[in-house]
């Protein structure tokens, strides 16, 4: 597979703008994967359905939430995003501020664009806001808290498989999961490509120049649910009837 052929089969996040930060690491080690409490469920395989994120879990969380990337992928369009096609981190969570995001047993992921199911249940409402980071300096200050979803460039992670990398560009093109750092400043990155992808889906990169919308999830203390918007309702509505639409469309050409 070509590095083009690669990059439109995996890779697809939009961003806006890139920020440049020249900056030196000098601390302490983070590695989020060693912390006991944190039980990081097993990793995925996106399949060249790019419009998957994973979602940061929260060591302050009572009930360990194994979270749907399907309800993400058929059910965020209205927020701006393109199903399989990608889409914004920050529309995601809008996403879940405003419905909440459902487990993965009840909405399992396909790896194709599905039809929203507006009627499962979506018990996970602990969200409560996000922060865009746009330097590597508030990004390391971020990781001390907690894991972070991140922007990247992974075209150079295609035959990525145990060195550590350290190719920067500006072209941000997909969205992983940062859950350390080590004192010489390689980050560690948890991705979706399966469990075979890395050393066990873990990918080491050398801290980058170019960072951008580096969100950390922030929960209510109480885990008080959240109550759905009016507005985004009647997106949701206008999306199942945009869908609908296509498919009499489809059907009429096929049978008429």
């Not at 701006?80 to 529309?91: A, S």
């Not at 979706?192 to 120049?209: D, N, P, Q, R, Y």
């Not at 009837?241 to 489809?250: A, D, P, R």
Request: glycine share 6%; hydrophobic share 40%; charged share 20%.
């Amino acid at each position: 597979m070509s590095q083009e052929e690669f990059a439109q089969t995996y890779l697809s996040l939009r961003v806006s703008k890139t920020a440049n930060d020249n900056f030196q690491y000098k601390g302490a080690e983070v590695d989020w994967t060693n912390d006991k409490k944190i039980k990081y469920p097993a990793v995925k395989n996106q399949g060249s359905c790019v419009g998957t994120l994973e979602i940061n879990a929260d060591i302050e969380l009572n009930k360990r939430y194994v979270l749907s990337e399907q309800d993400l992928v058929d059910c965020t369009r209205p927020y701006g995003n393109q199903g399989c096609k990608g889409g914004w981190v920050y529309q995601a969570y809008h996403y879940i501020l405003d419905f909440g995001l459902s487990e993965a047993k009840n909405y399992p992921y396909t790896g194709k664009d599905e039809l929203c199911q507006f009627t499962v249940d979506r018990p996970f409402k602990h969200l409560t806001g996000y922060y865009i980071y746009e330097t590597c300096s508030q990004l390391v200050d971020a990781i001390q808290i907690r894991t972070v979803a991140v922007a990247v460039d992974a075209k150079p992670w295609q035959f990525y498989a145990s060195v550590v990398l350290s190719e920067c560009t500006k072209d941000l093109n997909h969205a992983a999961v940062l859950v350390g750092i080590s004192a010489d400043g390689v980050w560690k990155i948890r991705n979706s490509w399966g469990a075979t992808w890395g050393e066990a889906e873990l990918l080491k990169v050398i801290l980058v120049v170019y960072v951008l919308n580096h969100v950390p999830l922030y929960y209510n203390e109480d885990y008080s649910y959240i109550n759905l918007s009016t507005i985004s309702v009647i997106l949701q509505t206008i999306y199942l009837i945009e869908q609908l639409h296509k498919k009499l469309i489809s059907f009429f050409n096929i049978y008429l």
